[in-house]
């Protein structure tokens, strides 16, 4: 256990509803990272925040997807109209320096 | 664009073994080289980590070899276990970077056989 919460573990959803995900890092870390995993593939960066603000997002963060970090310590990312394309697994890694990243156990996705 | 290139894909060994992944990296401002291990189910565990100032670093059975002429950095596993069963990611960063996000490989499969 590496300290980073995730909730829920699992979702499953159907094609266009909303779906939220929590991140709870490690107390003392600043920076929060979302990545994504697709089956067979190695974690794919999302966004990025320093306390509470959202400092990179990636091209693959579509207008869909929106993340915060109101008060710089949890973290939520929520899909709005969800497709099938987001089925994947989404994990929250939390840094004190920005090297070393401690992740989360993920929450895994299937929009059906 | 695939900036870290791992391989093997899949790799089987047998127990006492030495299992060993290969990286290559094509972003020469990378300056950060950790390796993490993802059970099924499980987010990733960073393992080991390296920065292209030492050519060598070992924390028990795992060592890490960086050749930052050639551009490549590999995990060695010595005396392998059943229980290193796992998909282990090589990945990079760049310090200097406003975010140290990490670029991770396409991750190697390793088996070790009783």
């Known amino acids: 256990d590496t300290g980073v919460s995730q909730n829920p573990r699992h979702k499953i959803t159907k094609r266009g509803q909303n779906v939220t995900f929590r991140c709870d890092p490690i107390s003392e870390h600043n920076r929060l990272y979302w990545y994504r995993q697709t089956l067979g593939q190695g974690p794919e960066f999302l966004t990025y925040?320093?306390?509470?603000?959202?400092?990179?997002k990636s091209r693959l963060l579509s207008d869909r997807f929106s993340a915060e970090r109101p008060k710089g310590s949890f973290s939520t990312l929520e899909i709005q109209r969800t497709e099938q394309g987001d089925s994947a697994m989404y994990l929250c890694a939390s840094s004190l320096d920005g090297n070393e990243q401690f992740f989360g156990p993920g929450t895994r996705l299937t929009v059906l | 664009q695939q900036q870290v290139k791992q391989s093997p894909q899949s790799l089987i060994v047998q127990k006492g073994g030495i299992s060993i992944i290969n990286c290559a990296y094509e972003n020469t401002a990378f300056d950060y080289f950790p390796w993490y291990q993802q059970f099924p189910g499980k987010g990733p565990a960073l393992l080991i980590a390296i920065r292209p100032d030492v050519s060598e670093k070992k924390e028990g059975r795992f060592t890490i070899s960086f050749n930052k002429s050639a551009k490549q950095f590999s995990l060695h596993i010595m005396d392998s276990q059943p229980g290193d069963s796992a998909t282990y990611f090589c990945a990079a960063s760049n310090k200097g970077g406003a975010t140290n996000k990490l670029i991770f490989g396409t991750g190697t499969l390793l088996a070790v056989q009783p």
């Open positions: 925040f320093q306390n509470e603000a959202q400092l990179e």
